[in-house]
């Protein structure tokens, strides 16, 4: 079991990560402290969850030490201005309690109200800025989330900085492929969230036979399967049992059981452009 990558800036990560996405303040904080007390040490968030502030108590509280733990939050999507990335990077320090991140990310290439506009010129302004806040140290590492390649480039051309990470949906039946090889032909570490589908993973009985065979959750074969995939899981949950649970990977999946899981296509919700 691979406890960390290397990213592309010669930092590491933790290979598992707990997502706090549609998770409130009293969950969020619950989840997170249930997490580090088990093991976890990477932590998602972003502004957009509005769950920053309870997430940074909740590391606060933990006893663990801040150089310990790996913090990754994002940029609201509608921010596409140098000024404004900077701005709401330090209102994201301030309500994690923190001063400095190890890894903020472009939330998106378009504003959630708009998606599929052509933000080039702000992604670029806003890149920027965080290229500039990783210089000053604030931030550790700088990425971009739910990118395709011909939405990254641009980024690279204008400054020189790669991503080193691009977090998109991706799980089994939904794993973006194109997004997926040009991370890899570019070094850049695809981040996997809902890697259980938002739950509906969980319904499958082909994936639930294999997860049966092998004698692991279902869950844990889906977050498996994404470690397999070369991809840093995300996986979200506020019950402390299945927290625990979800870190407990010390398993192989055969290549006949990869093939099949590989094979899986369509079966459940697209993402918001494959």
Same mark, same amino acid.
């Given at each position: 079991m691979i406890d960390k990558y290397l990213l592309n800036d010669g930092r590491e990560i933790p290979a598992v990560g707990l997502g706090t996405w549609q998770s409130a303040k009293p969950d969020a904080y619950r989840a997170v402290r249930a997490a580090i007390d088990c093991g976890y040490r990477h932590i998602d968030t972003a502004y957009a969850y509005d769950n920053e502030d309870a997430v940074g108590q909740a590391v606060r509280d933990s006893g663990v030490g801040r150089e310990n733990l790996y913090i990754t939050t994002k940029l609201p999507s509608d921010i596409k201005t140098y000024g404004g990335a900077k701005e709401y990077c330090l209102r994201s320090l301030k309500?994690?309690?923190?001063?400095?991140?190890?890894?903020? *990310?472009?939330? #998106?290439?378009?504003?959630?109200? =708009? !998606?599929?506009?052509?933000?080039?010129?702000?992604?670029?302004?806003?890149?920027?800025?965080?290229?500039?806040?990783?210089?000053?140290?604030?931030?550790?590492?700088?990425?971009?989330?739910?990118?395709?390649?011909?939405?990254?480039?641009? *980024?690279?051309? #204008?400054?020189?900085?790669?991503? =080193? !990470?691009?977090?998109?949906?991706?799980?089994?039946?939904?794993?973006?492929?194109?997004?997926?090889?040009?991370?890899?032909?570019?070094?850049?570490l695809v981040e996997a969230y809902s890697p259980l589908a938002t739950g509906k993973i969980l319904e499958n009985g082909e994936i639930a036979a294999i997860a049966e065979k092998l004698g692991v959750s279902l869950a844990q074969l889906c977050i498996k399967y994404c470690i397999c995939r070369g991809t840093l899981p995300l996986p979200k949950s506020v019950n402390p049992v299945r927290i625990a649970e979800n870190l407990k990977l010390n398993f192989e999946i055969p290549e006949e059981d990869m093939k099949v899981l590989n094979a899986i296509k369509g079966l459940f919700p697209k993402p918001y452009r494959s």
């Open positions: 309500a994690l309690g923190t001063d400095y991140l190890d890894l903020y *990310l472009i939330h #998106a290439p378009w504003p959630w109200s =708009a !998606v599929g506009t052509d933000c080039t010129e702000g992604n670029i302004e806003a890149w920027k800025a965080l290229a500039d806040l990783k210089k000053d140290g604030i931030l550790r590492s700088i990425g971009v989330s739910n990118f395709r390649g011909e939405e990254i480039a641009p *980024l690279v051309e #204008a400054t020189g900085v790669t991503p =080193a !990470v691009n977090q998109i949906r991706f799980f089994i039946g939904n794993t973006q492929e194109p997004v997926w090889e040009y991370c890899r032909q570019h070094g850049i």
